[in-house]
């Protein structure tokens, strides 16, 4: 049986820092398969992909075996959910050493703290009142959990996902070995582009869309960044913005009431009030900045906001269990590591009528992602991209 190393992603888009990721997973682990878990058409904070599932996997495909989609579910979810539903993906897959990205570059650190975390958040869950001091103070859930912890924390968006990939991985009756690199110059949020080919994805984006809108042809500066399979879409297309399903998700708001807002996944009591008290206000709204600006308070950050308005938007109403993964790409090796794998749920390498039900999340969010984009490839009329450097029989 072949060993198989995950990597879980969203490549939004896929640039040198990922890159540098899967070469240094190739270079400990050269005979292992490497699997790419990618998100789907919408990030962990509530956006829409810059580029579609099916282009990213395009741009990732010529560095690693096999590219899955990380369920819908679990894809829009703070990292404790994220986490969780990544690493039961993972298993089903039978993956036995899990790589990722963080800022410490530190396992034994980041199991420290994870086990930490863990306490914390069992706390949490039965209303500790010391949590809930630090989050009315005006502080994110990490940041509290950053001062609870005496600072030992970095409250970066790697290690947060970090420790979270430690705890669900522990919890496993056969965990994972951890494979950490750690994360080259630029953190994950900063807007500017550094001098040296690593840099954000946050910085890439904003700058790709400035270029496109300011001069068209003038994208030459970004190729440093990003290997040619995603600079070939940066050449030719915007990334996408939230901006795009404002209309859709405006006009759901206006029809939704107090009782369908509380059906919504982790949905709060006040926010699915403060939704109701705004909603005439909302009719004059001209950009998604400018709606969560309006429904964020104290007691909910931006990101919180952006998830709850696509859960609104594609009515999610619970998570459910993996009952089956998407393939959305592989190559020779990845195609022989499927053939091998006797997982406990069905691998799909060809989305139809008998088998849609076990990804009916996926299928619906790609579906608006479709709508609001104009994108056409769906999940039945596009095939498990295949890796054009080779010819698979």
């Avoid at 240094?24 to 058409?41: F, K």
């Avoid at 001091?133 to 959990?145: D, K, V």
């Avoid at 400018?290 to 998830?307: E, G, H, P, V």
Wanted: with cysteine; net charge positive; proline share 3%.
């Amino acid at each position: 049986m072949m060993n198989a190393l995950g990597i879980i992603s969203e490549y939004n888009p896929f640039h040198n820092g990922h890159l540098y990721q899967i070469q240094c997973a190739r270079q400990d682990h050269p005979d292992s398969v490497i699997i790419a878990l990618m998100s789907g058409d919408f990030t962990q904070r509530g956006e829409l992909a810059c580029l579609s599932k099916f282009d990213r996997t395009r741009t990732v495909l010529p560095h690693v075996d096999l590219v899955i989609e990380l369920p819908h579910q679990f894809a829009i979810q703070s990292a404790q959910y994220f986490a969780q539903g990544a690493i039961e993906a993972l298993r089903h897959l039978n993956v036995s050493t899990l790589s990722f990205g963080s800022e410490s570059g530190s396992i034994n650190q980041l199991t420290k703290i994870s086990k930490k975390l863990h306490i914390i958040n069992e706390e949490y869950k039965n209303d500790n009142r010391e949590v809930i001091s630090y989050m009315r103070r005006g502080n994110t859930y990490a940041q509290s959990m950053n001062q609870l912890l005496d600072n030992q924390f970095n409250n970066t968006p790697n290690d947060i996902l970090a420790t979270q990939y430690i705890y669900h991985n522990m919890m496993l009756d056969q965990p994972m070995t951890l494979h950490t690199v750690q994360r080259k110059t630029s953190h994950h949020h900063d807007k500017k582009l550094t001098k040296d080919p690593f840099t954000s994805g946050t910085s890439i984006r904003n700058n790709w869309s400035t270029q496109i809108d300011q001069n068209p042809n003038n994208t030459v500066n970004l190729s440093q960044y990003v290997p040619p399979s995603t600079y070939q879409f940066i050449q030719k297309q915007k990334p996408n913005s939230n901006d795009l399903f404002l209309p859709y998700i405006l006009f759901t708001l206006e029809r939704i009431n107090y009782e369908d807002l509380m059906r919504i996944h982790l949905m709060k009591e006040d926010f699915a009030h403060r939704l109701i008290k705004y909603k005439h206000q909302m009719r004059h709204i001209e950009s998604f900045d400018a709606l969560c600006l309006l429904l964020k308070s104290k007691n909910y950050s931006y990101t919180f906001i952006q998830r709850m308005l696509i859960h609104i938007m594609l009515n999610i109403q619970k998570i459910d269990e993996i009952k089956g993964l998407r393939v959305l790409g592989m190559n020779q090796k990845g195609r022989k590591y499927l053939k091998q794998l006797n997982s406990d749920i069905e691998i799909i390498t060809n989305v139809n009528k008998q088998n849609k039900h076990l990804i009916r999340q996926n299928i619906e969010s790609t579906n608006m992602y479709n709508f609001i984009t104009k994108h056409k490839e769906n999940d039945f009329n596009r095939p498990v991209i295949l890796d054009k450097s080779e010819v698979i029989d």
